[in-house]
């Protein structure tokens, strides 16, 4: 089967700089994505890993390791506004086009 | 923005009712999702569908039916509604070219008493 670990709660100052971490499960894989959900929102797409390596955009930067089945998001430069919930998410090569997503990060960024 | 409409945004039903919730897009995207969000479970997919009229079940498709018979609208049906199925239900769609990215809906909440 199919899983993703990722903690539930991360606290981090206005300024600083948080790593938010998801491992993962799969039979198959093809990519780990991240999203990014307000209060209230809807789940907006932040990045996608598909190789090795850090993937940067903005203050931003999103890293995988295939072999260790290990991925992080990487938020600079905090700002209040990035208070929200991140979520890690899979797609399985055995299974078609379904998206499997973590729990959920819940940050909270204080002045 | 990926043109995704969801009806209705908030709805109060009743134990045993049958309810329908409808996904709309405007680009002609080929995959379109239906997932539910619960505290401490994040995004579980229910059904999922590639084309007009094809569907697949997702991780918790218990309860729910959907239909596809257009491109840009996706039903999801509650045959008939139960307490446990009281949740938030978001539609995506996946964009086109891109492996992984996903666009969300608004969200319909949906109250089971």
């Known amino acids: 089967g199919q899983s993703l670990e990722q903690p539930s709660e991360v606290t981090a100052v206005e300024g600083a700089i948080v790593q938010i971490n998801c491992t993962y499960q799969t039979s198959g894989f093809y990519g780990l994505s991240w999203y990014q959900q307000h209060d209230g929102g809807a789940p907006t797409f932040l990045s996608y890993?598909?190789?090795?390596g850090l993937e940067e955009t903005g203050r931003f930067s999103s890293f995988l390791s295939r072999s260790d089945s290990y991925g992080y998001l990487l938020l600079q430069e905090l700002q209040m506004k990035d208070s929200a919930s991140y979520f890690c998410?899979?797609?399985?090569?055995?299974?078609?086009?379904?998206?499997?997503f973590g729990a959920g990060t819940r940050l909270f960024v204080k002045a | 923005d990926a043109g995704i409409t969801q009806s209705p945004r908030h709805k109060v039903t009743e134990t045993g009712t049958p309810v329908t919730l409808r996904c709309h897009q405007t680009e002609n995207h080929r995959y379109m999702y239906w997932y539910r969000q619960d505290p401490g479970h994040g995004l579980r997919l229910i059904h999922y569908?590639?084309?007009?009229?094809?569907?697949d079940k997702g991780e918790v498709s218990d309860g729910y039916s959907v239909s596809r018979s257009k491109t840009e609208d996706f039903l999801l049906t509650l045959e008939s509604a139960t307490s446990s199925q009281t949740s938030v239900y978001f539609c995506a769609i996946k964009g086109q070219g891109s492996a992984e990215t996903q666009y969300f809906g608004p969200g319909t909440r949906l109250l089971v008493l």
């Open positions: 998410a899979v797609r399985d090569r055995t299974g078609g086009f379904k998206t499997i």
């Open positions: 890993n598909a190789l090795d």
């Open positions: 569908s590639y084309g007009v009229k094809d569907t």
